[in-house]
């Protein structure tokens, strides 16, 4: 190179020839790259250069290079340019960074490679069979920002390369994420998919009601696992359906682990595989007749038998336990869906599903500032009717618990310790409501409920392992309140007379 060497030195994998002229554009997914060099290259370049291009101020960053530039210096130019994230650079700045780079006294050796540190790549180049990993991208992004930084402006970072750097790779790795973890519609809300398996169990059925034959997996971090457990306490159904309690692993899996349940602690603890011995949750979907390749949530109902996923949806599942195993129940008498008040409960589900269950996913997924100003206003609105209604209402539907109430509890359990902080529910904590937090204390204190809480778990998988939304993986502490110190304080709300009619919502 006329002007010595290049300080950056890619490795041969990345020769390619490059344009006269490219353009960097704002894409919203891979296949929109406008680069067709890009094309066939290995995955992780084309993230780069996605993430490159997502994370410019402007929508077009156009780079035109100098006739008198050499191919090699293209190539050089063009290949910091996929690695400088969020930095908006043309040729005539990176000159002249190269020519500050060339009279330094000190030169640097660092050499900028386009390689993952987890060596996903075979020595030419191209994919490995197993695909680089969401966490191995953001280290590698990460990697590949600091490195091409250092590599142009020394070892001393300028500040503001650094925050723009370490800024522009957590967004743009958190838009990777988010769209492929929490889809979202067009203006940036939240959008659950679909249970994939909805089948029912019923005498006479295509899965008949019987002592042992099915087999429940719930995890104790997961609000809608959980709501399948405290269920399956209230109706005694340990005789029943055995289950088998999972967490989630570093791979972003379901796991089972060693049995700690035989311990003997307060509460539920992970287990082993106890229906089909896998070691993901992830194995037993698949290993179902037929296959089966989609997400594989908790809880899910496993027919041992058959070897069939029965149903995935917890609202199906606490249904099937309240009614399906009264033949062997421990509590056959207790009748969470009374059908007297089956009107309430439909009502009070379907409001505090869309706008509570799943309204504080829809405030910490939303991916625009409209979404999440609409999600927590419904939030706060359906919270503030709930608290009015309980001012009169020992229950959502009167005198007796319901499963209205079991789908409300698994929320506002975790409300304070992680969704008022994690998901952004910030406008108030449960415990500041007058009614709705001794009506927390009052469900956590029903008979079998505390045994399916744990706060610890809880706090620690969606802080750390869970939602990667939170880099640094530091753990809060359950506020005072939440805890089980705090949920164990009387409540004294059996004095209460009930009116099952929904009154402000
Ligand atoms: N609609 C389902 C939602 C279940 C769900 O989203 N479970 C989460 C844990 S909180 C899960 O297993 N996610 C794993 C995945 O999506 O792969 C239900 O209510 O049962």
């Known amino acids: 190179m006329s002007h010595g060497q290049a300080a950056i030195k890619l490795p041969p994998s990345q020769a390619f020839s490059p344009p006269e002229k490219f353009e960097l554009r704002r894409c919203a997914s ?19 250069a996605l993430h490159a291009s997502a994370l410019q101020r402007t929508d077009v960053c156009r780079c035109s290079f100098p006739a008198a ?17 969020g930095r908006k650079i043309d040729s005539a700045s990176l000159e002249s960074h190269i020519k500050k780079n060339e009279s330094a006294q000190a030169p640097r050796t660092g050499s900028l490679t386009m390689r993952a540190r987890t060596g996903s790549e075979d020595g030419a180049g191209k994919p490995a069979a197993s695909s680089t990993s969401p966490t191995d991208f953001s280290s590698y992004l990460v990697d590949a920002g600091i490195k091409a930084g250092s590599a142009l402006f020394g070892k001393g970072l300028p500040p503001g390369l650094l925050i723009q ?20 519609n067009d203006d940036g809300s939240y959008k659950r998919p679909e249970s994939a398996f909805r089948n029912r169990i019923e005498k006479g059925g295509r899965f008949p009601p019987e002592k042992g034959r099915y087999h429940l997996y719930a995890a104790l971090t997961c609000p809608w696992a959980h709501r399948t457990l405290i269920v399956h306490a209230i109706k005694g159904l340990d005789a029943v359906v055995p289950f088998s309690i999972a967490v989630p692993g570093s791979s972003g899996l379901w796991e089972f682990a060693s049995d700690s349940s035989k311990s003997g602690g307060a509460t539920l603890q992970t287990t082993i595989d106890r229906g ?27 027919d041992t038998k058959t070897k069939t996923v029965v149903n995935n949806e917890s609202a199906d599942i606490i249904e099937i336990l309240n009614e399906a195993f009264n033949d ?36 910490g997924f939303a991916t625009s500032q409209g979404a999440y100003d609409i999600a927590v206003a419904a939030l706060f609105d359906t919270l503030d009717a709930i608290d009015a209604h309980l001012q009169r209402s020992r229950y959502l539907c009167g005198d007796q618990l319901t499963l209205a109430d079991v789908r409300l509890f698994t929320t506002i359990l975790r409300f304070d310790p992680v969704y008022y902080v994690h998901f952004k529910c910030s406008r108030q904590r449960i415990s500041e409501y007058k009614y709705l937090y001794p009506y ?8 079998g409920v505390a045994a399916t809480c744990d706060l610890d778990s809880i706090c620690r998988q969606y802080y750390y392992s869970l939602f990667p939304l939170n880099p640094g993986g530091l753990v809060p502490v359950v506020p ?18 009930s009116s099952p009619v929904l009154q402000s919502a």
């Open 30 to 48: 891979l296949q929109e790259l406008p680069m067709p060099q890009l094309q066939g290259r290995p995955l992780k370049h084309r993230y780069a």
């Open 69 to 85: 530039f050499s191919n090699s210096r293209r190539k050089h130019l063009q290949g910091s340019l996929f690695s400088l994230i």
């Open 165 to 184: 750097t370490a800024e522009a790779a957590w967004r743009g790795t958190w838009k990777i994420m988010m769209s492929q973890l929490a889809p979202s």
């Open 276 to 302: 089909a011995g896998k070691k993901t949750l992830k194995e037993v979907y698949k290993s179902q007749t037929g296959g089966y390749d989609g997400r594989s949530t908790v809880p899910m109902l496993w």
């Open 328 to 363: 062997w129940a421990a509590h056959p008498d207790v009748d969470l869906a009374p059908k007297h008040v089956a009107a309430d409960i439909s009502r009070w589900n379907d409001l505090i599903y869309d706008t509570v269950n799943n309204g504080v996913y829809k405030c």
């Open 440 to 447: 927390l204390r009052d469900m956590y204190q029903h008979p």
């Open 480 to 497: 005072r309140g939440s805890d089980p110190v705090g949920l164990l304080q009387p409540h004294s709300r059996g004095k209460l007379l």
